[in-house]
């Protein structure tokens, strides 16, 4: 089905957006931090997992 339609899932689940999804956009608090495949977010951030990117851009040095 995805082949000719666009499919929008929000998750919680970081392990499933790595699993099913072509493009990830990760958004705090309405702010988008990341957009791209996964490969290029863990790119971006240097992290391993899409859960370690997450907490590395929501990262807050109060």
Do not use: P, V
């Amino acid at each position: 089905m995805a082949a000719q339609k666009t499919i929008l899932i929000s998750t919680h689940l970081l392990e499933e957006a790595e699993t099913i999804c072509n493009r990830i956009i990760l958004i705090d608090q309405g702010r988008i931090l990341a957009d791209g495949t996964l490969k290029e977010i863990l790119k971006q951030t240097k992290q391993k997992t899409l859960a370690e990117a997450f907490r590395q851009l929501t990262y807050k040095d109060d």
